[in-house]
C-alpha cells in the first residue's frame, strides 16, 4: 500500500482531469414536436397521437410523400420522399439504403397544419386506408362534391368518413380495407377496376363534380427468382392523410371493407360500361375512308394540320389550357393544330340536330393517328382544356352547353375562328408571325364584343327533372333501378 492510502486517503484528481472539463459536443434533436402541437392541452395531445398511432398502423412506412417545392409547377406539389435508389437497397434487407421511414412525429405535422403529408397502403399488416377522392378542380363545385360523397356513403360505403380537401375544391373520403392474405399486384387491380366503376356511376348521377379517383394504392414489387432480387418496383398512388384529428371517433367507424368486398361493387350496383361518357353518346358520321388512311375521303387533311402550325402556337400562346395535373395530359401546339382541323372539319360538316359529339371528335383525331397525320394520340382531357381555351377568347359559338346521356352539347367553330383557320390555311406564301398576330388579336377582340355571354361557356351536365319518370321507367326495364333512387 501507498503512504496516501495507509492514511485513508483517495487519490482524486483524475476527477480534474481536463477531457472531463471539456463540454460535450450537443446533439441535434430529430424530430422535434412542433409548437402548434405543443400549445394544445394535455388531452388534445393524447387525441392527437392516438390518432397519429392509429394512421401508422395503416400506411406504408417507407412509400410515404410530402408537399415540397416544385420548379416545373412553381409551387409545393406531392413527393416521394424515399426514391427509387432508396428503396430498392431497402428491400434487399440492406439498413443503410438511407430511407426514412415514417415517424409519429411526421404524421403529428400533418394533423396540426405544420406540414402535409401523403401515404400509400401498407403492405406489412392486416389493414390499409384507402381514399376515393372527389376532385373540382378545373370545373364543380364543393356542394356537388358533397352531395356525392353523400351519395356514396348511403348507397355504397356505409358509415363513410369524409373531409373537404385543404383547399376546398374537394371531398376526400376514406376506407379501411383489411387486406390479410392479398397480394399488392392483386390489391392494386381491384382498385383499377373499382376506381373504373366509380367514374361510371358518377356519369350517371346529375353532381357537379369534375372527376373521382381513388388514391393510396399499394408499393408493387417485382421479385426476381434469386433470393431479395429485385426486378423493378412500382410507387404507389400518394394519397394525403386525414387531417381532422377532433373527428378521430369518426375515423374509427368509417367503412370497413375487404378487397373482396370491393371487387363485388361493380356487380352489385352495375353500371354499363359504355354509358360512362353522357357526352359522347350522340351519334357520329365519319367516313369510313378515313380509318383507312387513305389521302381521298379524309375529312382531316394532313396538310391542313401542318399549316394551322402558326397558328395554334399563336393561341397557345395568348392563353395556356387549363389541364388537371392528376391527368397528365399536357397540350403542346400539335394537339392544338390538331384540334383546330377537326373543329373546322365538323364546323363544315354539322350533325343534322347541331351537336358536336365528343365520339365523333375522338373517331377523327384516332384516325388522323392511325394514319400517321399525327404523333399525338386522343386524350378527353387534353382536346377539353383546348376546347375550354377558345371558349375563354370567345372563339366559340354556344347553341347549347349542357349535355346527358344521349344528347351531346352543340356547338361550333364561330366565324371569327374559321376567319382565322382560313386565312392560315389559304395562299401559298405562310402568314409572317407579326401578321398573324395582329389578325388573332383583332378577331378574338371583335368575337368578344360580338358575343360577351358566350365567353368562357363550358359543357354542363345536366338531369332534367322533366325527364325524371321516363328515365325511371328505363332503368327500371334495365333492372337497374338502384341508380334510379340513387339519383333521386
Given at each position: 500500500?501507498?503512504e496516501?492510502?495507509q492514511?485513508?486517503?483517495?487519490n482524486?484528481d483524475?476527477?480534474?482531469?481536463?477531457w472531463h472539463?471539456?463540454p460535450?459536443?450537443?446533439?441535434?434533436?430529430?424530430?422535434?414536436l412542433?409548437e402548434?402541437?405543443?400549445?394544445?392541452?394535455?388531452?388534445?395531445?393524447q387525441?392527437?397521437?392516438?390518432?397519429?398511432?392509429?394512421i401508422?398502423?395503416?400506411?406504408?412506412?417507407?412509400?410515404?410523400?410530402?408537399?415540397?417545392?416544385?420548379a416545373?409547377?412553381?409551387k409545393?406539389?406531392?413527393?416521394?420522399?424515399?426514391?427509387?435508389?432508396?428503396?430498392?437497397?431497402?428491400?434487399?434487407?440492406?439498413?443503410?439504403?438511407?430511407?426514412?421511414?415514417?415517424?409519429?412525429?411526421?404524421?403529428?405535422r400533418?394533423?396540426?397544419?405544420?406540414?402535409?403529408?401523403?401515404?400509400?397502403?401498407?403492405?406489412?399488416?392486416?389493414e390499409?386506408?384507402?381514399?376515393?377522392?372527389?376532385d373540382?378542380?378545373a370545373?364543380?363545385?364543393?356542394?356537388?362534391?358533397?352531395?356525392?360523397?353523400?351519395?356514396l356513403?348511403?348507397?355504397?360505403?356505409?358509415?363513410?368518413?369524409?373531409?373537404?380537401?385543404?383547399?376546398?375544391?374537394?371531398?376526400?373520403g376514406?376506407?379501411?380495407?383489411?387486406?390479410?392474405?392479398?397480394?399488392?399486384?392483386?390489391?392494386?387491380a381491384?382498385?383499377?377496376?373499382?376506381?373504373?366503376?366509380l367514374r361510371r356511376?358518377?356519369?350517371?348521377?346529375?353532381?357537379?363534380?369534375?372527376?373521382?379517383?381513388l388514391?393510396?394504392?399499394?408499393?408493387?414489387?417485382?421479385?426476381?427468382?434469386?433470393?431479395?432480387?429485385?426486378?423493378?418496383?412500382?410507387?404507389?398512388?400518394?394519397?394525403?392523410?386525414?387531417r381532422d384529428?377532433?373527428?378521430?371517433s369518426d375515423?374509427?367507424?368509417?367503412t370497413?371493407?375487404?378487397?373482396?368486398?370491393?371487387?363485388?361493387?361493380p356487380?352489385?350496383?352495375?353500371?354499363?360500361?359504355?354509358?360512362?361518357?353522357?357526352?359522347a353518346q350522340?351519334?357520329?358520321?365519319?367516313?369510313?375512308e378515313?380509318?383507312?388512311g387513305?389521302?381521298s375521303?379524309?375529312?382531316?387533311d394532313?396538310?391542313?394540320i401542318?399549316?394551322?402550325?402558326?397558328?395554334?402556337?399563336?393561341?397557345?400562346?395568348?392563353?395556356?389550357p387549363?389541364?388537371?395535373?392528376s391527368s397528365?395530359?399536357?397540350?403542346?401546339?400539335?394537339?392544338?393544330?390538331?384540334?383546330?382541323?377537326i373543329?373546322?372539319?365538323?364546323?363544315?360538316?354539322?350533325?343534322?340536330?347541331g351537336?358536336?359529339?365528343?365520339?365523333?371528335?375522338?373517331?377523327l383525331?384516332?384516325?388522323?393517328?392511325?394514319?400517321?397525320?399525327?404523333?399525338?394520340?386522343?386524350r378527353s382531357?387534353r382536346?377539353?382544356?383546348?376546347?375550354n381555351?377558345?371558349?375563354?377568347?370567345?372563339?366559340?359559338?354556344?347553341?347549347?352547353?349542357?349535355?346527358?346521356?344521349?344528347?351531346a352539347?352543340?356547338?361550333?367553330?364561330n366565324?371569327?375562328?374559321?376567319?382565322?383557320?382560313?386565312?392560315?390555311?389559304?395562299?401559298?406564301?405562310p402568314?409572317?408571325?407579326?401578321?398573324?398576330a395582329?389578325?388573332?388579336?383583332?378577331k378574338?377582340?371583335?368575337?368578344?364584343?360580338?358575343r360577351?355571354?358566350?365567353?368562357?361557356l363550358r359543357?354542363?351536365?345536366?338531369?332534367?327533372s322533366?325527364?325524371?319518370t321516363?328515365?325511371?321507367?328505363?332503368?327500371?326495364?334495365?333492372?337497374?333501378?338502384?341508380l334510379?333512387?340513387?339519383?333521386?
Amino acid at each position: 500500500m501507498g503512504e496516501q492510502e495507509q492514511q485513508g486517503q483517495i487519490n482524486t484528481d483524475w476527477l480534474t482531469a481536463d477531457w472531463h472539463e471539456k463540454p460535450k459536443p450537443k446533439r441535434r434533436r430529430r424530430n422535434v414536436l412542433p409548437e402548434a402541437y405543443r400549445q394544445l392541452a394535455k388531452s388534445e395531445r393524447q387525441q392527437v397521437r392516438a390518432a397519429a398511432k392509429w394512421i401508422r398502423q395503416r400506411v406504408s412506412l417507407v412509400d410515404w410523400g410530402r408537399k415540397m417545392p416544385d420548379a416545373d409547377a412553381g409551387k409545393p406539389v406531392p413527393k416521394p420522399v424515399n426514391l427509387k435508389d432508396h428503396v430498392v437497397p431497402h428491400l434487399r434487407k440492406n439498413w443503410r439504403s438511407g430511407v426514412r421511414k415514417l415517424t409519429l412525429t411526421a404524421i403529428i405535422r400533418h394533423l396540426v397544419n405544420d406540414d402535409t403529408a401523403y401515404f400509400t397502403a401498407n403492405s406489412l399488416g392486416d389493414e390499409t386506408l384507402l381514399m376515393i377522392d372527389v376532385d373540382c378542380h378545373a370545373t364543380g363545385t364543393l356542394e356537388g362534391a358533397t352531395q356525392f360523397a353523400e351519395f356514396l356513403r348511403e348507397h355504397c360505403f356505409p358509415n363513410l368518413y369524409y373531409e373537404v380537401s385543404t383547399h376546398g375544391n374537394g371531398i376526400q373520403g376514406f376506407v379501411v380495407v383489411d387486406r390479410r392474405l392479398w397480394k399488392d399486384a392483386e390489391y392494386k387491380a381491384v382498385l383499377v377496376d373499382v376506381e373504373k366503376w366509380l367514374r361510371r356511376v358518377l356519369s350517371w348521377t346529375p353532381f357537379d363534380v369534375e372527376d373521382v379517383e381513388l388514391k393510396g394504392m399499394p408499393l408493387v414489387v417485382s421479385w426476381g427468382e434469386r433470393k431479395g432480387e429485385v426486378k423493378s418496383v412500382t410507387f404507389g398512388s400518394l394519397a394525403k392523410m386525414p387531417r381532422d384529428w377532433r373527428r378521430f371517433s369518426d375515423w374509427l367507424s368509417t367503412t370497413r371493407m375487404t378487397p373482396h368486398d370491393l371487387r363485388e361493387l361493380p356487380k352489385r350496383f352495375a353500371v354499363p360500361e359504355d354509358e360512362a361518357e353522357p357526352e359522347a353518346q350522340a351519334e357520329a358520321t365519319v367516313v369510313p375512308e378515313v380509318v383507312k388512311g387513305s389521302v381521298s375521303g379524309k375529312l382531316v387533311d394532313p396538310d391542313e394540320i401542318r399549316k394551322l402550325e402558326p397558328l395554334a402556337r399563336d393561341l397557345l400562346g395568348r392563353h395556356a389550357p387549363e389541364v388537371s395535373p392528376s391527368s397528365r395530359a399536357a397540350v403542346v401546339a400539335e394537339d392544338v393544330q390538331v384540334a383546330l382541323a377537326i373543329i373546322r372539319s365538323c364546323t363544315l360538316n354539322m350533325n343534322p340536330d347541331g351537336s358536336m359529339p365528343l365520339a365523333r371528335i375522338e373517331a377523327l383525331w384516332d384516325a388522323a393517328y392511325l394514319a400517321g397525320d399525327t404523333t399525338r394520340a386522343f386524350r378527353s382531357q387534353r382536346f377539353a382544356a383546348i376546347r375550354n381555351m377558345l371558349s375563354e377568347m370567345g372563339l366559340l359559338e354556344w347553341e347549347d352547353a349542357t349535355y346527358m346521356f344521349g344528347k351531346a352539347c352543340r356547338w361550333k367553330a364561330n366565324e371569327e375562328l374559321m376567319g382565322m383557320i382560313e386565312e392560315a390555311l389559304g395562299g401559298t406564301d405562310p402568314t409572317t408571325p407579326f401578321a398573324l398576330a395582329i389578325l388573332v388579336r383583332n378577331k378574338i377582340e371583335e368575337s368578344r364584343q360580338k358575343r360577351p355571354e358566350q365567353v368562357g361557356l363550358r359543357p354542363k351536365k345536366v338531369f332534367p327533372s322533366l325527364l325524371r319518370t321516363d328515365w325511371d321507367e328505363k332503368l327500371t326495364e334495365a333492372g337497374l333501378d338502384h341508380l334510379s333512387r340513387m339519383a333521386a
